[in-house]
């Protein structure tokens, strides 16, 4: 069984940077399981995807919400088994719960019901 567990959230003001971490265990290399996304879901506001990775059968393939891009960057450590969101400049915007979650789709064509492993969320809070 596939589990992800994120870590790496917290309070930090405007320009700041957070690393937030996605550490897979049980994972399995499907296309079930093709890409990692980083989803966040702000209050009051719909889920959305940030940012997504290739996993299977290609790995390392990028692509980025446009709210995102040139401040946020995905990456894998395979040893680790883990994969990282890096986010620089930080905006209030930016404040949202952030989970990963393991799937079938990456951004541009991405649907929530593909992905059937998700993490437990950490919150991100960017302050003015």
């Known amino acids: 069984q596939v589990q992800l567990v994120e870590s790496g959230g917290g309070s930090v003001q405007a320009g700041g940077s957070l690393r937030l971490s996605c550490a897979a265990s049980?994972?399995?290399?499907?296309?079930?399981?093709?890409?990692i996304v980083w989803f966040r879901q702000a209050p009051g506001k719909e889920r959305e995807g940030v940012a997504s990775?290739?996993?299977?059968?290609?790995?390392?393939?990028?692509s980025y919400a446009d709210s995102v891009k040139g401040r946020f960057t995905i990456s894998r450590d395979n040893a680790k088994n883990t994969v990282y969101l890096q986010m620089n400049s930080l905006k209030p915007e930016d404040t949202a719960i952030y989970y990963c979650?393991?799937?079938?789709?990456?951004?541009?064509?991405?649907?929530?019901?593909?992905?059937?492993?998700w993490g437990q969320g950490t919150q991100v809070t960017v302050s003015s």
């Open positions: 990775i290739s996993i299977y059968p290609r790995s390392g393939s990028t």
């Open positions: 979650a393991a799937g079938r789709s990456g951004m541009g064509r991405l649907r929530e019901a593909d992905f059937d492993y």
């Open positions: 049980g994972y399995t290399y499907t296309y079930n399981t093709a890409y």
